[in-house]
């Protein structure tokens, strides 16, 4: 069994989970996704004995496949400016059959990509959600300025508003940037009708939250972390980035497992990352999930929680095993040692620059 | 910001002064960085819980 990693090798969970399973004699390979470039090729061939090659890795038997986070395909830029649309789709329809023909192959996918695909979609998460009995806030998606005014005027309604994407607005020839947020907002603050159009948003009742909780599901497990920030922001993302919040290890309810549960039956995925929010009655309400989200950094603000071993041995263990990760994870060394290597440049830095983001706009 | 047609999430918006922005960027040196929303502006780059390819058609 290979580990293969659909992500570039230096994306910043890629890399400490490569190098952990390395250290404990595991094989694992990285395709950052397909390019015209030689190490972005693939074939796929189907002539009695199917065979899949991503980037000169054989896709064999009992492997794993992390679909981590491929870099969207890449036609090669020589080709001509006649040819240049057409090429960009048949690269977009290629990388497509290989994300979907995985499934079919004797591979464990963490997540199936039709899965994935299906359960980024932000309603699609809140009905499943709701139809496996977890406690989900009142929610519209809108840009019909009418629609979004009655959801508004809802008797003793306290409402956020928050994007579908997040993104980035940084000034031109400055540091300075403003980050999409959820954030309050009340009927009388409504803008008009004109601006309700230029732009989607998903409209929620506020849910009455002491604290967050975020999730982390591998298989049949789950680790539930309650975020705590001395400001009680609404929302605790941008406060963890500047280390004002503390994650700590709390159970899950066990009607929310029996939900999650449920729903990771129910929708295919194996592996996510859950936001819930905590109320004063102690009732958790399902928020999001994020099938590739974020996880080593409740390392960094918990060494106890020692998710990048967990991850290794459950990747690891065989498909639905519902033995204790624990068990298994003093196998696999920990982020804090590789964090120390990285200080004194043993192993390569993370995270590299795209010079394309479409998370990013400039402004004056 | 002149707000007459900017989007509703803009308006939302946190603004993050350029020391916040340096306090969230540099790797692993803050050891905050891999957290659900990691702004780096040197690099131009948005980390966080959703990935690019996730949001592409």
Not at chain 1, 8 to 14: A, G, I, L, R, S
Not at chain 1, 146 to 170: D, L, M, Y
Not at chain 1, 212 to 231: E, F, P, Q, T, W
Request: aromatic letters at 10%; glycine letters at 6%; proline letters at 6%.
């Amino acid at each position: 069994m290979k580990l293969i990693v659909l992500a570039p090798e230096d994306d910043n969970h890629t890399a400490p989970i490569k190098w952990a399973m390395e250290k404990a004699g595991q094989k694992v390979v990285c395709w950052a996704g397909l390019s015209w470039s030689e190490e972005g090729q693939s074939s796929l061939l189907m002539n009695g004995d199917d065979t899949l090659v991503l980037g000169g890795h054989s896709v064999d038997a009992g492997d794993v496949i992390w679909i981590r986070r491929p870099e969207p395909p890449v036609p090669n830029p020589k080709v001509s400016e006649s040819d240049k649309k057409f090429a960009a789709l048949e690269y977009r329809s290629f990388y497509h059959s290989i994300a979907y023909f995985l499934e079919t192959l004797p591979v464990w996918c963490i997540n199936r990509y039709s899965a994935a695909r299906v359960m980024i979609q932000k309603a699609v998460q809140m009905r499943l959600a709701s139809k496996c009995g977890l406690k989900t806030p009142a929610t519209l998606m809108s840009n019909h300025p009418a629609t979004v005014r009655e959801f508004f005027a809802r008797q003793n309604s306290r409402n956020i508003c928050k994007g579908f994407t997040p993104h980035v607005w940084q000034k031109e020839g400055k540091m300075s940037v403003a980050i999409t947020e959820t954030f309050e907002l009340g009927a009388d603050q409504l803008p008009n009708d004109e601006v309700l159009t230029y732009a989607p948003a998903i409209y929620q009742e506020r849910v009455p939250k002491e604290f967050d909780i975020r999730m982390v599901l591998m298989g049949n497990h789950i680790y539930s972390y309650a975020l705590k920030n001395k400001k009680q922001a609404l929302d605790w993302r941008q406060d963890a980035g500047l280390g004002h919040v503390t994650a700590e290890l709390v159970p899950t309810p066990p009607d929310v497992e029996k939900g999650v549960l449920e729903f990771a039956r129910q929708s295919g995925l194996c592996f996510g990352s859950l936001d819930f929010g905590v109320d004063a009655e102690g009732k958790w309400w399902f928020l999001e999930i994020n099938e590739q989200g974020q996880f080593l950094w409740i390392d960094q603000f918990n060494r106890d929680a020692r998710l990048l071993e967990k991850f290794c041995a459950f990747v690891t263990s065989p498909q639905g095993s519902t033995l204790p990760l624990e068990a298994r994870q003093d196998l696999f060394p920990s982020l804090e040692e590789y964090e120390e290597l990285l200080k004194r440049e043993q192993v390569p830095p993370t995270a590299r620059g795209r010079t394309d983001d479409p998370f990013l706009s400039m402004e004056a | 910001m002149d707000n007459d047609n900017r989007v509703l999430t803009r308006m939302g918006a946190r603004e993050l002064t350029e020391q916040e922005v340096e306090t969230v960027t540099g790797a692993f040196k803050t050891r905050r960085t891999l957290t659900p929303c990691f702004v780096d502006s040197k690099q131009q780059l948005l980390n966080g819980d959703q990935a690019i390819g996730e949001c592409g058609p």
